[in-house]
């Protein structure tokens, strides 16, 4: 079986001696061409999603503004009010502009040239004819109110569309390793755990244990040195994995009364907790509820993760509308004509629908880099007679030539099962041999370190 070398696909080198050249031009230059070219597509993707996330956090200032506007009172106020509101908007679209070319053109590379926006950050969201529109209408007594959620529900087409562009740039980027986001600290062994089926009990092909947890070290790792130097003393204990914490284990919600609060599932009960506890209301509880709502969301939990969303837009929302945001906002919401309830609902779906996409996208990933690394161990203990062998050199401890002592023991079947670190094929297979090899197989696997055996669930951290 070939070597899948697929993981090496996102390695983005900057002096890569495979790219073609002009023959007219020395290798030397050729690569430092190519070194600034990939700079700047680094540097100019940084400065689009900074841009465009500054022009959504102004259209989320806008709308709060907007639904907090007293459109009853007389027509000069309104209008007064209004033209405050223009000059502010101008000011902050101002300096949002001015602060991306500030971003493109410091310590820019001669090479690059001129900066040159992207198309879609110069097609900033007009907040200045809006306002004119607005105060046109105000100063001739018009529907103030049904033009305000005509504008703020043009405003909310525009963000999804930024927050849509922002997820695929910040994916496009994470994408490629490079020198800021590769040097992470991976995983030295994978812990598999799953039951036996219970009706195999009592009979002779069955396993020994009812549950199996498999450890395929890599050879001179620091989980297999920790795991020989445990094995003297306690042979087959086990240890719990980094992903265990990221399953469900980890509390993303920091505040007690934060965590109580995302438990809340409607708006009157939302309403009484928030004005006795006026200190929730802050853009990181926020956010943190909204991590739950991904946590959620991975565990299988949909119901959860929609009313975690919900929870986080209303903290999100009140914080917006200032001191007394938490009144305001739930008035808003009573009152129809102002189409909040419309604008609150469309973005809770529209957040958790990304929320789910994303979601499916990571398990995706998840599963093909879990199936692609099972076929590179399988692929690299694959030996020209077609058997299996685990890596070993001459300077290998004699707890390594142990274990591939043991592993070469084996049947071919099982190997593969050990390699491809699946607790379903292992139970497998130790279903369809005798119990006595099972047990006494089982045993130098356990004793080496090649298998961990769980009589219950995986432990926990």
């Not at 853009?283 to 969301?297: F, H, K, Q, V, Y």
């Not at 990304?354 to 203990?381: C, G, L, T, W």
């Not at 043991?406 to 699946?422: G, M, W």
Request: proline share 4%.
């Amino acid at each position: 079986m070939p070597i899948n070398y697929s993981k090496w696909d996102k390695l983005e080198l900057s002096d890569d001696d495979d790219f073609e050249g002009h023959p007219n031009v020395d290798k030397a230059s050729e690569i430092r061409l190519r070194q600034a070219e990939i700079h700047r597509q680094r540097r100019e993707r940084r400065i689009k999603i900074d841009a465009l996330k500054g022009e959504s956090t102004l259209i989320a200032y806008t709308a709060s503004q907007l639904l907090n506007l007293n459109t009853s009172q007389p027509p000069e106020s309104l209008v007064t009010e209004l033209t405050a509101l223009r000059t502010t908007l101008i000011d902050k679209a101002n300096e949002l502009s001015s602060n991306t070319w500030k971003e493109a053109n410091t310590e820019r590379d001669y090479r690059w040239g001129p900066y040159e926006p992207d198309a879609m950050v110069q097609d900033m969201h007009p907040f200045g004819p809006d306002l004119d529109l607005l105060i046109l209408v105000a100063s001739k007594s018009g529907d103030v109110a049904s033009l305000i959620k005509k504008l703020l529900d043009n405003q909310a087409e525009r963000n999804v569309v930024i927050k849509e562009e922002v997820v695929r740039l910040e994916k496009e980027e994470g994408a490629k390793m490079t020198s800021e986001n590769m040097y992470k600290e991976g995983f030295n062994k994978t812990i598999v755990s799953k039951e036996s089926d219970p009706n195999l009990k009592g009979k002779e092909t069955a396993p020994a244990k009812t549950a199996t947890q498999t450890v395929i070290a890599t050879l001179n790792s620091k989980a297999a040195a920790a795991a020989e130097e445990s094995s003297k003393s306690q042979p087959s204990s086990t240890s719990t994995p980094p992903q265990a914490v990221e399953a469900g284990e980890e509390d993303f919600i920091t505040n007690s009364t934060a965590a109580a609060f995302a438990e809340l599932s409607t708006m009157e009960e939302s309403y009484r907790f928030l004005m006795s506890n006026m200190s929730i209301v802050t853009d990181d509880n926020s956010d943190e509820i909204l991590a739950e709502a991904m946590r959620e969301e991975m565990a299988g939990n949909p119901r959860k993760a929609r009313q975690c969303v919900a929870q986080s837009l209303i903290l999100q929302y009140c914080a917006k509308l200032g001191r007394d945001g938490v009144r305001l906002f739930f008035e808003r919401l009573k009152t129809s004509t102002h189409g909040a309830r419309d604008l609150y609902m469309n973005d809770v779906t529209a957040t958790y629908q990304r929320i789910a996409n994303r979601v499916k996208e990571i398990q995706k990933e998840s599963e093909e880099k879990e199936q692609a690394a099972a076929e590179a161990r399988i692929a690299a203990a694959l030996q020209p007679d077609g058997s299996y062998a685990l890596p070993e050199d001459a300077t290998a401890s004699e707890y390594y030539r142990v274990r591939a002592e043991v592993f070469a023991s084996l049947p071919r079947e099982f190997q593969r099962a050990l390699l491809s670190q699946d607790a379903d094929q292992i139970n497998q297979v130790m279903s369809t041999l005798p119990k006595q090899q099972v047990e006494d197989m089982v045993d130098r696997c356990v004793n080496c370190g090649l298998l961990d055996m769980d009589d219950g669930e995986e432990e926990e951290a």
